[in-house]
């Protein structure tokens, strides 16, 4: 029998490839890969853009560990995104607000609102809505898809990007991001010793309790065009999902 485990560490339920897949897996699947930048930090330092020069200076983290928190949050019966919550030791510098808003994952860290570390950042960001995800947000066709009012709209945006959120009753603060399920489970689902082009379905949710949902995912691959020069990839099949077409 072929060995279908992941980088995750997970196997099919069935000789089929459908996974099952908790929050807790995404959460422990994302802290193994902090646990891997944050030591690379220490060991090789991360990039700093200072405006004294257009060259990045290097410099090493002495920083504590990252601990991930991560929990689903419920839009939909078929809309489940996750949030990652993170301390605010992944914040290199907090500014005011600009005018002019960049992204936050700029290099040069020019938001205007947090810095966070670069490679921290990068990783994030492999999971990350972007910004013709943001420009799907508003449209009906992708909230239908999703089973998702347009009020939340606004929300789905404004959560897309790192933001600080006060806890305990205003007491301290931490760092949130919202996460991308599709982006997350299609990493995860990624086999060391195959290298086929595939995609991933969530085709069922079930809550388990507040925050925490078991996911069937169906790892698919994707079928060869008749040129034989192979189907979609990745990025082309996740705008489709994202524009709601099947």
Known sequence: MANYQTKAGLSPSQNTLTYRISTSDVEKFLQDKMNIVVQKMRDEGYQVYTTKSDQPEIRKYNGPNIDVNLIG????????????????????????????????????????TLNLYLPIARLLAAYSYNKEDTKAFFSPDWRRARK???????????????????????????????????????????????????????????????????FTVDRVLNKKKKNGKGGRGLVADITRKMMGNR
């Open 73 to 112: 949050i419920n839009m939909s019966s078929v809309f489940v995104p996750f949030t990652v919550i993170l301390p605010m030791d992944v914040i290199v510098e907090r500014k005011k607000k600009k005018k002019e808003e960049l992204s936050i994952f700029d290099p040069k860290g020019s938001d205007g």
């Open 148 to 214: 998702i009012p347009n009020s939340v709209t606004p929300t789905l945006k404004y959560n897309a990007t790192p933001k600080v959120q006060r806890v305990n009753q205003g007491k301290d603060e931490v760092v949130t991001l919202m996460l991308d399920p599709i982006r997350m489970f299609h990493d995860m689902l990624k086999m060391e010793d195959n290298r086929a082009d595939f995609h991933v379905e969530i085709v069922d949710i079930q809550r388990q309790r507040e925050g925490e949902f078991l």
